[in-house]
């Protein structure tokens, strides 16, 4: 905590985003996945189905429902894609934070996402050598613990 933090003080507490887009796709999102929206979502094919003999399953009925089931995905795609986005940056700083925060950690890899193809498949190389060795070592009957060096340069190279 930071020094003079206090944890009932309503202005330490972390801002909110209190509106907009990003606001209206979380709530939306989480909305959308409740068993009422999905029991709502069934209901109104059962209704459209059941309507069909009623409209002489016309073109008109099957466009109803082509049209709703176009629309309704054709936005939740943003709507899932804004969630998503906001998550992975959340989690992604949770780890760059736990990076950051460890000891012998390649603080290089803070920003990983931002490296070429080719960094990365270098870096994979390296992690990949350990894992082996990891592996070999097991079978030989010794331990796979602890914090081995990464080739140097592998990660610090940009």
Known sequence: MKKGHRRNDPSSEPRKDKGGFRQFARSSARWTGRPIAF???????????VT???????DTWQLVINTATTIITFLMVFLIQNTQNRDSEAVQLKLDELLRSTRGAHNALLEIEDISEEELDEIKNCYTQLAKKAVEDLRSGKTDLGTPDVKPNATDRR
């Not at 069909?52 to 399953?57: A, C, L, N, R, S």
């Open 52 to 58: 069909g003999p009623i409209f002489h399953f016309s």
């Open 39 to 49: 029991a709502l979502a069934v209901l109104f094919v059962v209704v459209w189905l």
